[in-house]
DNA sequence: TTGTAGGCGTTATCAC
DNA sequence: GTGATAACGCCTACAA
């Protein structure tokens, strides 16, 4: 159980430790038998590499730290596939700090990342006012994705336009009494309802606005409300596919059928919308390609630490289904 | 941008660099003024404790690597939000790496904690085979979620009686041609299918078992496949809910309902699940006890090194909906 | 209660 | 190509 060091491959191997370091990152300076030598010895004696030591020794920036707001949330998977395809291509080390679905833990997470050195942070999902955010900013690269910050690299999906997709569908099939479950409203994530009103207004109609939450029981018994409420309203548009399968819920409960009784729009094209069971109309924001871009912007970010902030938008689209 | 370090504080404090480290531990051996002097000045000069150089220069064991096998599943969300609560209590920081649903990153993820120096891995959703995985109990200790690891502590639910739950559920609901859709085969995952192999003969009925996957798409094809051959069952039971969705997926495209047409049962009582839109039937693993029961064991492990293999065993529950 | 010295396992910078 | 030697930032005795 007590580890094995450079030392002890070194010495069994008959060469310094500094030959053993470069043996193992395949660097320059060491002759191709003695780095095979030096390799077999570590293997036979068991010997890992302390990354630990080697982040503390080295200067080279070769660590991102990730925050994902919530498990919970299948959005934050894509994000993080997306980043992974591209860091482990380039050999990145990612250290991982996740919040959780209230939104409590952003401060937590990125303290953490900070504590442990990461050179550049990609942060999915960050719900802390701009405020106490622009702490961080200032102390460390930061590469917000989802939520627009000045003074960070960001990349996002173009909410104000999804939104108005959305709503535009369901005016189209004749829907005019529309109502929109929010988000818990905070720094940052105010397009899809903007998207929302403005879509709303530029036909004269009246917005509805509910505010909503990210967890989708929550949501259920908002949607209740609305659901058995006088003026019940013919569509619901959801900030996301969580609190539009919220409302499924609330709709099975009381025998509504989804498209027919009512008709319900969700947002991020996850695998709960993509079913067919739930059968969901949704705007596709495309996790993996937002995490794709943001590890790109980071790796982008590394090279150049000077550059202006980057900004990466993508564009959304309608993916409709049944539920409309 | 350059970093403070403790030498930083402990001079504009006017102290030395030992005590300044005490401060921040709150340890013995430093007084209440000095400490809140030490912490002051820290706090205005921006010092934060630099975790990678205390994990270098420590010799006390306070970090706990994690591995989650899938994000998308949500399973492994309420796994770690049950560890996360008792960790934080505890005081003890998370390393996390996670896998893939495909399950061929294990040794990746296992081998970046090790590089971690991690003191102890509670790893959830391990597929490597045994003949691997004992390479790694043999050099740190491991508390395996779900799999039962002999070597290693395990915590899990035991899932031939979730299986038989289940099956018998079926059973008594009058079916007699059910296909169970299995998990690849892999070490320490087999109970699921013996448990539904055992409860069908103890009917003298024919098991039938099909090889699925841990992809809901995956198993939707193969779905498809079942449903659409001349002896289609009458009941279909998946090795979790993922699978159980792809099922049902193939009956939308096929215009069946379940419940109606065909008998479906799934298993996790994820939210998948839970949702009264799929009103799926499946057995209760409960997550996040798995989470907090393995956190305990990680705890109780680095209390206690050399005490005999811990295995603690939860009993999962049927949850019947509207599906069966 | 406070300060000093040595070490944790690497990496980086030199000479050889 | 190869090998000493000084950082890296902190913890942990031990001495004062």
Redo the contacts with the bound molecule.
């Keep these: 159980m007590q ?1 094995v ?3 002890d491959v070194a010495r069994v191997a ?6 053993v ?1 470069l043996a ?2 395949d660097a320059y ?3 191709p038998e ?1 780095r095979e030598n030096i390799l077999a010895v570590g293997r036979k004696l068991g ?1 890992r ?2 990354r630990v ?2 982040q ?5 920036q070769l660590t991102i730290g990730v925050f994902l707001q919530d498990l919970h949330n299948e959005i934050f998977a894509d994000i993080y596939d997306g980043i992974r395809e591209v860091t482990d291509q380039a050999g990145k080390h990612l250290v991982l700090t996740v919040g959780d679905t209230v939104g409590s833990k952003d401060v937590e997470g990125l303290e953490t990342l900070l504590e442990n050195r990461v050179d550049i942070i990609i942060a999915a999902g960050l719900t802390l006012p701009d405020r106490l955010l622009k702490k961080y900013t200032s102390r460390v690269r930061l590469v917000s994705v989802s939520r627009l910050v000045t003074g960070a690299d960001c990349v996002y999906s173009d909410n104000h336009l999804g939104a108005t997709l959305a709503t535009t569908h369901l005016i189209e099939r004749g829907h005019r009494d529309i109502v929109f479950i929010a988000n818990p409203p905070s720094d940052g994530y105010l397009d899809r309802r903007a998207g929302f009103e403005d879509a709303m207004h530029a036909d004269s109609l009246p917005p509805r606005v509910v505010e909503g939450s990210y967890s989708r029981v929550e949501v259920e018994q908002i949607a209740l409300q609305i659901l058995k409420s006088a003026d019940r309203p013919s569509a619901i548009f959801a900030h996301n596919d969580q609190a539009a399968m919220g409302v499924m819920d609330a709709m099975a409960e009381l025998g509504l059928t989804p498209g027919v009784d009512l008709a319900v729009v969700g947002y991020d094209n996850s695998s709960l919308s993509k079913s067919p069971v739930s059968g969901l109309t949704t705007v596709d924001a495309r996790g993996s390609e937002l995490g794709r871009l943001a590890a790109d912007v980071a790796l982008e970010r590394l090279e150049n630490p000077d550059q202006a902030d980057i900004v990466r938008q993508t564009e959304p689209t309608l993916v409709p289904r049944s539920s409309s």
Tied chains: 1, 2.
């Design positions: 580890t060091t450079m030392a008959g060469v310094s430790r500094a030959l370091s193992y990152r300076g060491v002759s003695t010997y590499p302390n030591a080697a503390l020794a080295g200067k080279k």
